[in-house]
């Protein structure tokens, strides 16, 4: 951002502004350096899970999918072992699991 000249100009105030600049400047630099070295030592630990069809996978289904009234807190339903029918991405199946 430029700084303006105009009537009145005064060298401290160019000055500061000069300093306000490098030191907003500086801050974001070191902001994506250590905003890149966190990812990175987060992405060290990251594991892809990418399923196949006609896998089985552990599913966790939240009471608030189920209809009013089917589901109870005793019901063990919501967790189970199911197939996988098609994949439509890496991060979206279509299981065979029907909610009653």
């Known amino acids: 951002m ?3 000249k105009g009537v009145g100009f005064c060298v401290a ?10 030191i ?3 801050v974001k630099q070191k902001l994506m350096k250590t905003n890149t070295k ?9 594991r892809v899970k990418v399923f196949k069809e006609e896998d089985k ?7 608030e999918r189920f ?5 109870s807190k005793l019901q063990h339903e919501k967790y189970g ?5 098609k ?6 199946y279509i299981i065979d699991y029907l909610i009653v």
């Not at 966190?38 to 990251?46: D, G």
């Not at 996978?57 to 009471?63: A, L, S």
């Not at 994949?87 to 979206?92: F, G, N, Q």
């Open 13 to 22: 105030a160019e000055k500061m502004a000069m300093d306000a600049q490098a």
């Open 87 to 92: 994949k439509i991405s890496d991060d979206v």
């Open 24 to 26: 907003v400047e500086d």
């Open 67 to 71: 209809s009013m009234g089917s589901h």
């Open 2 to 4: 430029p700084i303006q």
């Open 57 to 63: 996978v552990m599913v966790f289904i939240c009471k």
């Open 38 to 46: 966190y990812k990175e030592a987060i992405e060290r630990h990251h």
């Open 81 to 85: 072992s199911y197939i996988i029918l």
